[in-house]
């Protein structure tokens, strides 16, 4: 599956995460202040988590943030993963990632990894046109997704609300596709959350990160590629208002 890759000036994104969970490693909870000491230069911010009832604080995810809140690191024993709210392209995400893995292998010394998983979560506002939801302008309705909602009507022309979730099997990744209609609290602005999370979870080593990070970032950026409309990728681009 080929791409071209492209930052968009109008990208619908609000969130991109990398991660990668292994086997339960009891060191990390004990030398985590050793990690942060190697990051704290670009992740000074430090977000502990709260405690739920009937949890277990070994198993709680830490968060490393830049002050302005533009990126971060979640850690536990089981995961390392790197998330962007703002995005600097797939390169620039991909390279801070891998140097974050770098800092990890010289600390805990990974081998096997249980799971890979990119996640692109994006909000697409919208304004409804005779009480429904356009979905046919933003969204190509063969594609993969929309295709497998079972209707007698054409549900681009008749949805009022929407919350759908697909999971599928694409070019060796699990793919789990959420698409849902939200509200913001006071009721006044409505959009989509169309949300993209693409693992692999077979035979992985952590020596083939960069690997798997291809591999999924792909896969997800191509079913986003694939699901929006011409015209909606006119706006994304800056082209139409």
């Known amino acids: 599956m080929e791409i071209k890759e492209e930052i968009y000036p109008n990208s619908p994104l609000v969130e991109v995460v990398f991660e990668i969970r292994f086997p339960g490693e009891p060191i990390i909870e004990c030398r985590r202040h050793e990690f942060y000491d190697a990051v704290r230069g670009d992740y000074p911010r430090v977000l502990v988590p709260q405690m ?27 995961k390392l993963a790197h998330y962007a709210r703002k995005y600097p392209g797939y390169e620039k995400f991909k390279e801070g990632f ?53 209707s007698p ?21 699990s793919v789990t596709t959420k698409l849902e209609s939200i509200i913001s609290s006071d009721g006044t602005r409505e959009a989509l959350l169309l949300d993209f999370d693409c693992s692999k979870e077979e035979d992985l080593v952590f020596s083939k990160t960069e690997t798997y990070i291809e591999e999924n970032h792909t896969v997800a950026r191509a079913l986003f590629e694939e699901l929006i409309t011409d015209s909606y990728r006119q706006y994304l681009r800056g082209e139409t208002i």
């Open 153 to 173: 009507i054409d549900i681009s022309e008749h949805c009022k609300n929407l919350s759908t979730t697909l999971i599928s099997k694409i070019d060796g990744c």
């Open 52 to 78: 739920q009832a009937g949890g277990f604080p070994a198993l709680e995810t830490y968060r490393f943030e830049k002050l302005d809140g533009s990126a971060g690191i979640m850690l536990a024993i089981d």
């Open 98 to 150: 891998l140097k974050l893995a770098e800092k990890f292998e010289g600390l805990f010394h990974l081998s096997s990894l249980k799971r890979t998983g990119w996640r692109y979560i994006n909000i697409i506002p919208f304004t409804r046109e005779q009480g429904y939801i356009p979905l046919k302008r933003f969204f190509n309705l063969r594609s993969h997704l929309t295709a497998t909602i079972p």
